[in-house]
């Protein structure tokens, strides 16, 4: 099987400790169940200064143990010092099917307080709007003799221990130390990153990751991934919009309870004796093998493994913080916020929660597994499905709290639920079934079981919207300022409006420059034995990504729109720096299902784009055409228009598809923002 250029790390594991994992499965019977908890916070460290020094950094007060991610008041730039370190992580991923624990050693982000039941989980970063934050990444990861990436083709994966840092969805610079993609941390190198969040960046839930081209896909899949959360406390004024985390009190002083969910697809293979990946023949036909035997170890390392049905073919599981099929702990009646990061890259995730009948025996100790999980869900999970509330998009505050049933989160998405159940019980949490045009595996899926919820005594609800709106005009009276409080409780009454939270206008058509930016994204199999993963203006021109080539130049300052298409399977669309607002979505039949309610005629139980127009985003899935004749026939297919600013900051940075291995492959462009020369365009790189 081939395995890219990762192919041998038979050192590199810490073989004490898997030795002990491997010499006999490992058994659930006599353990506590898996309970759900939220992602460790990444613990921060004061900085070195000389004496006399002063710094805006918040220290404890004499003889008082330093909070960890302390929370500064008002916005006065305080520092912050974090460090990630980047290494081989032992330990265990548990698999419903055997009930037994698979030992696994993934590359992973390590830092302080790690959980060590999951040890490969990433810690948080939580900061605020205004702060310095310096990331120092240490990568530990062996080094690669064989690897040189002068010497081979950009578009070939590559350099599986070579990586750098993304701060996906954050609204700074792309240059230099900060957000800058085009960096390589080769293996023994430490690098410090340093973001300077504006003063007026959106409070949300935001995400970290490698973005390293040709490692990007492994290094995610292992398992490297983290949530980067901004707290905001600004409170909205006659005169300009505030965030929506002072909304989202009981009282002035105590948050609504928070769950922090960071869902991953670990497509851990396991090596046989003679060191590489298994094959299997399945009627005449050779296949990869999944199987994981006593004393084999799953890992990371192979494109086989990301293949576009890989996903279903492994029947792997979703983990959520590292753990598969956890339990949630919940009380009836009480408001929620569940952060929702999609850090996975081979799956679709249609998010639903159905109470689990009364009478159905579960044990938390056991596992669903997935050859069996959608009869389970069918007989046991009868319930209704659960109303909710998606108050954000991409970690950005939408108008209007928009109550969902399920909700479909594409690799990249990250979404904020205001969470209500309606009575006590057991609830199942459920990934419902995805059409093959509406998933990025490209093939229909199937529903499967992501944890339990127990929800606990307390306030019975009959209609949500009813009772959360009546909530949120509470929590307004009590922590809204005098001059807006009014304005914001009627429109919480009229719709579970959230205007004055919103960070970002809306564009309007007179800012917009006349030219737009058409991009469509291809997989060109003209050539079975040569298959091109491909951006570009047309199905024509598209071609893999170019390293020093600047694809698109743009100009500060400018308002643009954006027209989307994939001329060959289905892609979600992502670009740097600057979110974008959702104008329109026009299926092959001429219908903007944008709007909310909106039915795709061509998809029909595919509602995923129902309720986008005029949300601001930076990831969106633009879905493949219904017939598929890219170089010739522009019928069946989905165009979406987006509109965005390119605001305050200039340099080079990327777009890209978010199924990290079509990135990886080439499915990618440089884009540039620059100054304007006062004459209608953008001044050249010259002195």
Known sequence: MTTGSGKSHGGVFALASLALMCQAPQALADEEPRLFSNPPGLEQQAPAQAAGQTTLLMKAEPGIKARKNPQPSGHEGHERQLSLHIDYTASTIFDPGTGQKVPVSLRSYRGTDVNPDTPFVAPTIEVTPGDTVRVTLANELPEESHCDAHQMNSDEPHCFNATNLHSHGLWVSPSGNSDNVLLSINPKVTFQYE???????????FWYHPHRHGSTAIQVASGMAGALIIRGDRMPTENSNGDIDTLLKVSRDQAFPEKLLVMQQIPYACKGAD???????????????????????????????????????????????????????ARAGQIERWRLVHAGIRDTVNLQFRKLDDRARTDKREGVATAVAERFIEDKCTGEPVQYHVIASDGLTMDRAQ?????????????????VFPEPGRYCVIDNKQTAKGGVSQFDSQTQLLGFVDVG????????????????????????PDDVKSGIVADLQSG????????????????????QQQLVFLIDTSDSSNVKFAVGTTALDAKPYESGVVNRQLKLGDA????LKSAYASHPFHIHVNPFQIDKIIGPSGTDLSLPGAVDPDDPTDNQYAGLKGVWKDTLFVKGPVKVNPFTNDKGIYTIYVNTRYQRYIGEFVLHCHILDH??????????IGMPNGQGGVQSAGH
């Open 275 to 329: 060191g590489q990946f298994k094959s299997k023949v399945v009627d005449g036909k050779t296949v990869f093998d999944w199987s994981c035997l006593p004393g084999e170890i799953g890992v990371v390392e192979s494109f086989d493994q990301l293949a576009p049905n890989s996903w279903n073919d492994s029947r792997r599981y979703t983990s959520i913080n590292g753990l598969v099929q956890p339990t949630f702990a």
């Open 663 to 672: 990135e990886d492959q080439g499915m990618m462009q440089n884009v540039s």
């Open 496 to 515: 579970l409006q959230l205007k004055k939270f919103v960070a970002h206008k809306t564009i309007a058509a007179s800012e917009l420059i006349k030219e």
């Open 560 to 563: 643009q729109t954006w027209v």
């Open 403 to 419: 109550p969902h049933t399920q909700l479909t989160l594409q690799p990249g998405y990250r979404n904020d639920l205001l969470m």
């Open 195 to 205: 973001y300077n969040i504006p003063a007026d960046h959106p409070a949300g839930t």
């Open 457 to 480: 005594e307390g306030t019975k609800v009959g209609n949500i919207s009813t009772y959360l709106t009546k909530e949120l005009v509470k929590a307004a009276k009590k922590n809204m």
